[in-house]
T-cell receptor, first 117, second 112 residues
Framework: GAVVSQHPSRVICKSGTSVKIECRSL??????MFWYRQFPKQSLMLMATSNEGSKATYEQGVEKDKFLINHASLTLSTLTVTSAHPEDSSFYIC?????????????FGPGTRLTVL | GDSVTQMEGPVTLSEEAFLTINCTYT??????LFWYVQYPGEGLQLLLK?????DKGSNKGFEATYRKETTSFHLEKGSVQVSDSAVYFCALSDNQGGKLIFGQGTELSVKP
């Protein structure tokens, strides 16, 4: 089946630094990738939709200058958390849109646990 | 806007018990409906899906039927196992752009 990877799986950083998270579709091309944030024991909140070669579309309330998204190729999207603060600590999950047979399906990465000290 | 509501957890069952996790949705169009499962420490995996009314999705003994008249997509399994312990998310897609809207998740714990 389709595989999506994320790197790193865990990152701890100091307040004020920037952190980059990579999301890769390993065995298929994904024109669209999505970035979610998940708080403990809560649901996934869509942050932005990333289309290859164009600017990301951010959901209401998500700061685009804070969470920079780049989708430079059909297999890679990156999320950069700029000037991270403790309140940015969370579980960040990406998904890639692909086709399973004839069906449009999202495949999820394993997530990245960000802790900002 | 579109939304998904799931029954609150945690749900604790004994092995071989019958499972139902309720899910209802609100949508203006004709969404596709999904159940995703998240095992401890892992990412989300698609469990099953249904794309139109009266469709039944099934996988690994789990089933859910797309009921347009009651706007529901309840997840069921006849006999749960300890390995089914996970968090289950109901979700819908408006089929335009692929955005998924998730319910709040229901944690299932199965005891031996």
């Amino acid at each position: 089946g389709a595989v999506v990877s994320q790197h790193p799986s865990r990152v701890i950083c100091k307040s004020g630094t920037s952190v980059k998270i990579e999301c890769r579709s390993l065995d298929f091309q994904a024109t669209t990738m999505f970035w979610y944030r998940q708080f403990p024991k809560q649901s996934l909140m869509l942050m932005a939709t990333s289309n290859e070669g164009s600017k990301a579309t951010y959901e209401q309330g998500v700061e685009k200058d804070k969470f920079l998204i780049n989708h430079a190729s059909l297999t890679l999207s990156t999320l950069t958390v700029t000037s991270a603060h403790p309140e940015d600590s969370s579980f960040y999950i990406c998904s890639a849109r692909g086709f399973s047979g004839v069906a449009d399906t999202q495949y999820f990465g394993p997530g990245t646990r960000l802790t900002v000290l | 806007g579109d939304s998904v509501t799931q029954m609150e957890g945690p749900v604790t069952l004994s092995e071989e018990a019958f499972l139902t996790i309720n899910c209802t949705y609100t949508a203006t169009g004709y969404p596709s409906l999904f159940w995703y499962v998240q095992y401890p420490g892992e990412g989300l995996q698609l469990l099953l899906k249904a794309t139109k009314a009266d469709d039944k999705g099934s996988n690994k003994g789990f089933e859910a039927t797309y009921r347009k008249e009651t706007t529901s997509f309840h997840l069921e399994k006849g006999s749960v196992q300890v390995s089914d312990s996970a968090v289950y998310f109901c979700a819908l897609s408006d089929n335009q752009g692929g955005k998924l809207i998730f319910g709040q998740g229901t944690e299932l714990s199965v005891k031996p």
